[in-house]
């Protein structure tokens, strides 16, 4: 069966230092995979979209980046973080093509910026 | 843009009630979906409606949708505490082809109370 992992769990870091957070998925091959971010527990905002290795289409200008190399990794960093990118941030995985193309999503990282 | 609409943000019921929550969207799209999430925990697949007149149902939860109205509806019967969530339709913004991202709803959040 598929599984994804997300990890940390929760992380707390000062205004201006670097991030990476980290994603990967078992038990599937060439998933679609997708970075979200929750603010203040409500409405999520997709972030960043991942149809391959190396491929990333960013939804929302911002001091973020995405990253995969490797077909089942996806990876969100910042080079300084700002208050503003607190939140909950979660990884999905979707199978293309499928007929329900369900989003699973992991577990988050909760994100607190000081 | 589309645009999807939740109501109401807030309800707050009694146990053995029944109460409806409305999901509103702005463009024809392929898939609707509803997830439940936990206070501080990941979402959770709920339904995947495909098709207008579909209904699904899972215990006290039922799911339909009406595409032609853009509306799908979360009826939930005689409640009880442990429905207690945020609930979050989300809707598929492309047409066809093997990708796909969702526009979630700003959430539902439902306390059932004894």
């Known amino acids: 069966s598929q599984t994804i992992h997300q990890w940390p769990a929760t992380l707390v870091q000062p205004v201006g230092s670097p991030l990476s957070l980290e994603c990967t998925v078992e038990g599937t091959s060439n998933p679609n995979l997708y970075w979200y971010r929750q603010a203040a527990g409500r409405g999520l905002q997709l972030l960043f979209y991942s149809v391959g290795i190396g491929q990333i289409s960013s939804e929302v200008p911002q001091n973020l980046s995405a990253s995969r190399p490797q077909d089942r990794q996806f990876i969100l960093s910042s080079k300084k973080l700002l208050l503003s990118d607190s939140g909950f941030y979660l990884c999905?995985?979707?199978?293309?093509?499928?007929?329900?193309?369900?989003?699973?999503f992991g577990q988050g990282t909760r994100l607190t910026v000081v | 843009e589309l645009k999807v609409e939740q109501n109401p943000l807030f309800l707050s019921m009694q146990e053995g009630k029944n109460y409806t929550i409305y999901c509103n969207y702005s463009?024809?799209?392929?898939?609707l979906y509803w997830y439940r999430q936990d206070p501080g925990k990941s979402l959770e697949s709920l339904f995947v409606?495909?098709?207008?007149?579909a209904v699904k149902q899972e215990g006290r939860l039922m799911a339909s949708l009406d595409t032609k109205a853009r509306l799908s509806t979360l009826h939930i019967t005689a409640a009880v505490h442990d429905l207690s969530a945020t609930y979050f339709c989300a809707v598929d913004g492309r047409r066809g082809g093997s990708n796909y991202k969702l526009t979630f709803g700003k959430g539902t959040l439902l306390t059932v109370n004894p």
């Open positions: 463009t024809t799209s392929d898939r």
């Open positions: 409606l495909l098709s207008n007149g």
């Open positions: 999905a995985w979707s199978v293309p093509g499928h007929r329900y193309a369900e989003a699973f």
